[in-house]
């Protein structure tokens, strides 16, 4: 039976010229003749928008849900999140934000993990006289109190939101607030950034 027609695919690894034994030689040589090289996500925001829309219309159709848009602050935190997992990890976003969201998709829709590991650099430890256990202590603390501004930032400043995010009771949520001095973050102080 003739075929015609074309296959796309995508690969982690780049294709040169010398055979891993990954492909056979035949199809390698047939690869690397026609490759057609994308920057990952992360070097090209501006298409971000372009693809929130178009995941949310699959989305939509697939779950059987009228989603009319998404507002500006769940854009600006996909606009500035760092897509390790590249276009496949920015679709499941948009499908799990579109299953939780009602008509509109919000910025607490979207669930991306806090902390970006690989745009940050790693608390600095140095030895001193300071035992280990305090400096771990220490930087649990900054740790601690960067997850919670970024979730209270996330949900408005809304502590019960925020306490259900992050697992913990709406209690250890107000005595962490408090000892985190972020309660002036609601007033917009920028001392809690």
């Known amino acids: 039976i003739p075929l ?10 780049e294709v040169d010229s010398e055979d891993r034994g990954t492909l056979s030689p035949g199809i390698h040589e047939h690869v690397r003749s026609r490759i057609l090289m994308l920057p990952p996500l992360r070097e090209r925001p501006e298409d971000i928008p372009f693809l929130v829309k178009l995941f949310i219309e699959g989305a939509s159709t697939e779950f059987q849900k009228i989603i009319s848009g998404i ?17 496949h990890q920015l679709k499941s976003t948009i499908r799990r934000a579109v ?14 993990p806090i902390a970006q590991p690989d745009q940050k650099s790693y608390p600095q430890i140095t030895v001193t006289a300071h035992s280990l256990k305090q400096q771990v202590r220490q930087h649990v603390s900054q740790v601690e109190r960067e997850m919670l ?4 930032q996330k949900t408005g400043w809304n502590k019960a939101k925020a306490s259900r995010l992050l697992g913990i009771t709406y209690k250890t949520m107000l005595k ?12 917009g102080d920028s001392h809690a950034s």
Do not use: C
């Not at 854009?75 to 590249?86: D, F, I, K, T, V």
């Not at 299953?99 to 991306?112: G, T, V």
């Open 176 to 187: 962490k607030v408090a000892e985190h001095g972020l309660d002036a973050g609601e007033k």
């Open 99 to 112: 299953l939780n969201a009602n008509r509109r998709i919000a910025a607490e829709h979207i669930d991306l």
């Open 4 to 13: 015609n027609g074309r296959v796309l695919f995508t690969m982690n690894t």
């Open 71 to 87: 507002d500006d602050s769940a854009m600006g935190l996909l606009s500035s999140y760092h897509w390790p997992g590249n276009v």
């Open 149 to 152: 501004h970024k979730t209270l």
